[in-house]
């Protein structure tokens, strides 16, 4: 088993940034792609960012190219998204996702998800 727990959610005004983090326990994570999704109210989960165990290949939705950026330390077993030029419409629950295949997880078909962490941008 694999647990996921996000942090660093939290309320910032337009044009801000956060930077969320997401720490694995329980069996190998190195070896996992790992993701972030997110839940805004009244709408259907959506793929924000994923990388590789390695770090050789990062993805990321249109909407937040060149804002976002998502990154991984695996000696320390996180996975970090960093979040700039911050906009209301990414207000959103964001979720940690785990998957051994990249693909799946860009499709959202993964082994493990977190709880999520609420992020407000204000307007």
């Known amino acids: 088993q694999v647990q996921l727990v996000e942090s660093g959610g939290g309320l910032v005004q337009t044009g801000g940034s956060l930077r969320l983090s997401c720490a694995a326990s329980?069996?190998?994570?190195?070896?996992?792609?790992m993701g972030w999704f997110r839940q805004a109210p009244g709408k259907e989960r959506e793929f924000v960012a994923a990388i590789s165990w390695a770090s050789s290949n990062k993805y990321y939705a249109d909407s937040v190219k060149g804002r976002f950026t998502i990154s991984r330390d695996n000696a320390k077993n996180t996975v970090y998204l960093q979040m700039n030029s911050l906009k209301p419409e990414d207000t959103a629950v964001y979720y940690c996702a785990g998957d051994s295949s990249l693909g799946r997880l860009q499709r959202g078909t993964v082994d493990y998800w977190g709880q999520g962490t609420q992020v407000t941008v204000s307007s």
């Open positions: 329980g069996r190998t994570f190195s070896n996992y792609a």
